[in-house]
C-alpha cells in the first residue's frame, strides 16, 4: 500500500512547507491553517506562527482544552497553584504544550516562570527528564528539564510518583492501564482531592479508566479523560451512593472557537493569549448544574453553545493584541458580540435545506415528471414545486 520512498529531509520537508502555506494563502487570503499530527511539530510552528494566521492542534488546542479542565480541576481542589505539584506520564508534543499552558496559568495566578516550572515532573520512556540524564533531549523537553535532582536519575513512573508525590497525574502515553490501582490508592492517600487525567486514546490507550479512577480514590478523584467513558453509581468509604460523571478533555471543545474567533476577527496570526483565552473560557462555559455533577468540561452536546463562548474570547484577546482587523466588533458588548457570532456559524441543517431548493429548482425547471424520481426527499420535492 502507498508509496515505498525513503523519508524527506528535513530540507525537503521545509521547502515543500513554504511552498504550500503560500499557495494556500494566494488562493484563500483570510485562511486559517489548523497543523495537525505532525511528527515533530513545533518547527513548523515556531517558523510560520509570525507570518502567517496558523496554529497546532496539537500543542496548542490540546494544551488549551486539557487548560479549561486544570483551572476548574485546581480551583475545586482547595490548594493553591504554588501548592501543586504535577507528574506528566508522556513528553511528546501534547504533553509539553499542556504543561507549558498550565504554566502560564499558573503564572497569572501569582507564580513567577521559575517557580510555576518547577511544579513539573515529566517523565519519558527513559524515566524523569533531567538536565543530566545523561542522553541529547528533544529541543522541546529541554524547558521541563530537572535540575534539582541532584544526580539522581528516576526511571520509572512508579519511582516519580513515590519522589514527587503529586497532587496532579497526567497521562500522554498511549500506554494503557500504567496508572495501577496501587498508584491511584497512593494519590488519594496524599490528596483530598487528587487530579488524575488519562489523556490517551482510544480507550484501550487510556491510562486508566474511569471506574478505576473512582474506586481506587473512594470517589474524591477529579478526572477528565482522552477517552469516553460512562456515568458510573458508587458507594464511598462514608456509605454515601452516588453517580459519577466522568469529564472529557477533547480538543473539540477549543479548536473550532479558535478558528472562528480569528476568521471573524480577520486576526493577522493567532497569538499565545488567544490560545490562552480559548482555554479560560472553556472553563467558564458550565451550567450550574454540570458543576454540580462534578463536571470539569460542559455537555458535548452543547458545543455549539460553547464554541460561541470560546470564539468572544479568541476575538477579545486578538483585540487586545491589536492582531484584529475587523475592528467593528471592539464596539460590540459580549451580548451583542454572541448573537453576531451564531449568525455566521455553520449549520449543517441549514446547508441540508439550501441544497434542497436548489435541487428542487432545477429538477422543476426539467418539468413535472422528473419530480416523482426516487430517492428524492419529501423535503426536496416540496420544494421543487415552490
Keep these: 500500500m ?8 528535513p530540507d525537503e520537508e521545509r521547502e515543500f512547507m513554504d511552498e504550500l502555506m503560500t499557495a494556500l494563502t494566494e488562493r484563500w487570503p483570510g485562511i486559517v491553517i489548523q497543523f495537525e499530527d505532525f511528527k515533530n511539530p513545533f518547527p513548523a510552528l515556531e517558523r510560520y506562527r509570525d507570518v502567517y494566521t496558523c496554529f497546532n492542534d496539537d500543542i ?13 480541576a485546581v480551583k475545586r481542589s482547595g490548594l493553591p497553584c504554588k501548592e501543586h505539584r504535577a507528574v506528566f506520564f508522556g513528553a511528546g508534543s501534547a504533553g509539553v504544550g499542556v504543561a507549558k499552558q498550565i504554566v502560564d496559568f499558573f503564572v497569572r495566578e501569582g507564580m513567577t516562570e521559575d517557580e510555576a516550572r518547577a511544579c513539573f515532573y515529566l517523565v519519558d520512556t527513559k524515566g524523569l527528564v533531567t538536565a543530566d540524564r545523561g542522553d541529547k533531549l528533544a529541543d522541546h523537553k529541554v524547558y521541563f528539564a530537572r535540575t534539582d535532582n541532584n544526580g539522581l536519575q528516576l526511571k520509572t513512573l512508579e519511582q516519580v510518583v513515590d519522589h514527587v508525590k503529586p497532587t496532579i497525574l497526567m497521562g500522554l502515553s498511549t500506554m494503557g492501564g500504567v496508572f495501577t490501582p496501587e498508584i491511584l490508592r497512593k494519590m488519594a ?3 483530598k482531592s487528587p487530579i488524575v487525567f488519562p ?3 482510544p480507550s484501550s490507550k487510556s491510562e486508566c479508566d474511569f471506574e478505576s479512577a473512582i474506586t481506587n480514590t473512594d470517589g474524591r478523584v477529579l478526572f477528565a479523560s482522552g477517552s469516553p467513558f460512562q456515568p458510573m453509581s458508587f458507594t464511598n468509604s462514608a456509605g454515601e451512593t452516588r453517580t459519577y460523571y466522568p469529564g472529557q ?3 473539540m471543545y477549543v479548536f ?12 493577522v496570526k493567532v497569538t499565545d493569549t ?8 472553556l472553563s467558564k462555559a458550565l451550567t450550574a448544574e454540570e458543576i454540580d455533577n462534578g463536571l470539569l468540561y460542559p455537555d458535548l452536546t452543547r458545543i455549539r453553545q460553547v464554541s460561541v463562548v470560546v470564539a468572544r474570547n479568541v476575538i477579545r484577546a486578538a483585540q487586545e493584541a491589536k492582531v484584529d482587523r475587523e475592528t467593528a466588533l471592539r464596539n460590540m458588548d459580549d451580548a451583542t458580540l454572541d448573537a453576531w457570532i451564531k449568525a455566521r456559524m455553520y449549520d449543517a441543517h441549514t446547508e441540508v435545506l439550501s ?10 425547471s426539467l418539468g413535472a415528471s422528473a419530480l416523482s424520481l426516487p430517492g428524492l426527499s419529501e423535503e426536496a420535492e416540496k420544494n421543487a414545486k415552490l
Design 249 to 251: 478533555g477533547n480538543n
Design 2 to 9: 502507498g508509496s515505498r520512498r525513503d523519508k524527506v529531509t
Design 189 to 191: 492517600d496524599w490528596n
Design 256 to 267: 473550532p472557537g479558535i478558528g472562528l474567533g480569528t476568521i471573524l476577527s480577520k486576526a
Design 355 to 364: 441544497l434542497e431548493r436548489e435541487v428542487g429548482a432545477i429538477l422543476s
Design 60 to 72: 496548542q488546542g490540546t494544551g488549551a482544552v486539557i487548560l479549561g479542565g486544570v483551572i476548574n
Design 274 to 281: 488567544m490560545i490562552y483565552a480559548s482555554g479560560e473560557a
Design 199 to 201: 489523556l490517551s486514546n
